[in-house]
């Protein structure tokens, strides 16, 4: 169990020194500043973000923020590279974050009073968009939404399309 502590410590504190994250020069300031090592900045920076969800005002724009503004930087990144593969991941993201805002939709009012709620979304948000093997918008979208899309792709398509010439033909009524 220690091993695994000190493993992931210092996985974590390498991605925390990578120059080629965004992140990396506001800890590098702030360590300089403060002395304090960026590791326990990190550390103090979750811990203080996961008292204001549970505490805090305005927690639901925290949660939100964290699940929309790195997600949002890095698809774009994603956008401007010459690589696929993190194209996909981050569609995979935004697919997944989608899905759950709508079902988050019908159950807001209820989910809403848990005191809890807003830090377990964060930290579900988080596993989201983790860059691990367990990154849970890829296992989310392989084991759920992917094999649910197989099945009813066709059906979709077709309501799609009908959809389409329906409105073709309103438009071309009216001109």
């Known amino acids: 169990m220690a091993g695994r502590v000190a493993e992931i410590k210092e996985e974590l504190n390498k991605s ?9 020069s506001l800890l590098a300031t702030v360590e300089a500043k403060t ?5 326990y900045i990190f550390i103090g920076s ?9 505490f805090g005002y305005a927690a639901q724009l925290v949660c939100n923020t964290v699940g ?5 930087y ?8 010459k690589q696929k593969d993190d194209d996909t991941k981050w569609l995979t993201y935004w697919v997944v974050f989608a899905i ?13 009073w848990f005191p809890l709620y807003w830090l377990m979304k964060c930290v ?10 367990l990154n849970g918008s890829l296992i989310l979208y392989k084991k759920i939404v992917r094999p649910y ?27």
């Open 46 to 54: 979750i811990a203080i973000i996961g008292l204001w969800l549970v």
């Open 16 to 24: 925390l020194h990578d120059k080629s994250k965004p992140w990396s």
């Open 100 to 112: 759950f805002s709508i079902l988050e939709f019908f159950s807001d009012l209820i989910v809403g």
């Open 68 to 72: 929309f503004v790195y997600p949002a």
């Open 35 to 39: 002395g304090v090592d960026r590791l």
């Open 149 to 175: 899309f197989l099945k009813h792709h066709n059906s979709v398509d077709e309501v799609l399309a009908k959809a389409k010439d329906s409105a073709n033909k309103l438009l071309e009524k009216t001109e």
């Open 124 to 133: 579900f948000f988080v596993w989201l968009m983790i860059p691990t093997e």
């Open 74 to 81: 890095v698809s774009i990144r994603a956008i401007e590279s």
